[in-house]
């Protein structure tokens, strides 16, 4: 199922995270004064062009207390499956960890069909992480779990949300250019209702690169490569909303849109309508693109 609907997190105090900088290399710490302001721009302008394309958008604005400069990124804390199930997952950097705040959780019981609430932040205690849709890029038809093993995605983790959601995990190793290990997996990798968008040349070794793809063609998917240099342009990060059009909405950024080839475009184009959004300060100061900032509301409306 192909969701039309997604929560957002309207920022407050959007910034440069130092918790987060130590394994994110896609992050930069900004030159001027005016990266917030900016960020906010670029959120609302986001807001409007998905609302415009007919994606159903909740905002919900971000509490001054206690600071999260990565509120925008909501998607890394808590997923809302079609069963009901709402997962809330541990992570990495400790003021991360203060992004789930009751107002968000009250806001997702009230509306959404939640039949269990799955903690798996106890886990943040043994030092153990899965940052939710970041660490993991969910095959909802395939039922399978695409990890990338990081400091932020870690297997044991991993197996108990698969054990939970009815998911089967496939985990694998993945670097950047500089030998760096991605701290998320969909920067690398994003999975539609027809392609798996993914740079192949990122996992490393032949046996991960050959289990990846099987699982791809079993699922009977049409693989779509991306560079190393297009994940640093964010042309992984994208995810397939349903719109008010035909065919379903591919978003990412205007980074990202720009570093596809013709080819590329034309491959996603068969299945996809591509839609895209500058954020420049959002990828620069916050390390994250499109896909972060959108968690997908999956399950129905408390009042249907």
């Not at 959007?14 to 710490?29: K, L």
Request: charged share 20%.
């Amino acid at each position: 199922m192909i969701t039309s609907r997604v929560l957002m997190i309207r920022p407050h105090v959007f910034g440069f995270n130092e918790q987060t900088a130590v394994n994110n290399m896609f992050q930069a710490a900004p030159s001027d004064t005016d990266s917030a302001a900016k960020a906010l721009q670029e959120f609302d302008n986001f807001v409007a062009i998905l609302r415009s394309h007919g994606v159903i958008v909740d905002v919900v604005q971000d509490d001054p207390d206690p600071p999260t400069p990565d509120a925008i990124f909501p998607n890394n804390w808590f997923s809302l499956h079609e069963n009901g199930q709402l997962f809330l997952y541990p992570m990495f950097a400790p003021n991360r960890r203060a992004e789930r705040k009751p107002a968000v959780l009250t806001y997702l019981e009230k509306n959404f069909f939640c039949k269990s609430i799955i903690d798996l932040s106890y886990y943040e205690q043994q030092g153990l992480f899965l940052e939710g849709t970041g660490s993991m890029v969910l095959d909802h038809d395939a039922k399978i779990a695409f990890a990338c093993l990081s400091p932020r995605t870690q297997a044991t983790v991993l197996a108990d949300f698969c054990n939970q959601a009815g998911y089967t995990s496939c985990t694998f190793q993945a670097v950047d250019a500089a030998g760096h290990s991605f701290y998320h997996t969909n920067v690398m990798m994003t999975v539609t209702s027809k392609q798996v968008i993914v740079c192949m040349e990122s996992i490393v070794g032949a046996a991960e690169q050959e289990l990846v793809r099987s699982l791809i063609t079993s699922s009977q998917k049409e693989l779509v490569q991306i560079t190393l240099s297009q994940v640093a342009s964010f042309a992984g990060n994208l995810l397939e909303l349903k719109g008010k059009g035909h065919k379903p909405l591919l978003v990412m950024s205007t980074r990202a849109f720009q570093s596809l080839t013709t080819y590329q475009r034309e491959q996603i184009g068969r299945w996809n309508d591509i839609i895209h959004c500058p954020l420049p300060t959002i990828e620069s100061c916050g390390g994250g693109s499109a896909r972060c900032m959108l968690a997908e509301i999956r399950s129905a409306e408390r009042n249907m």
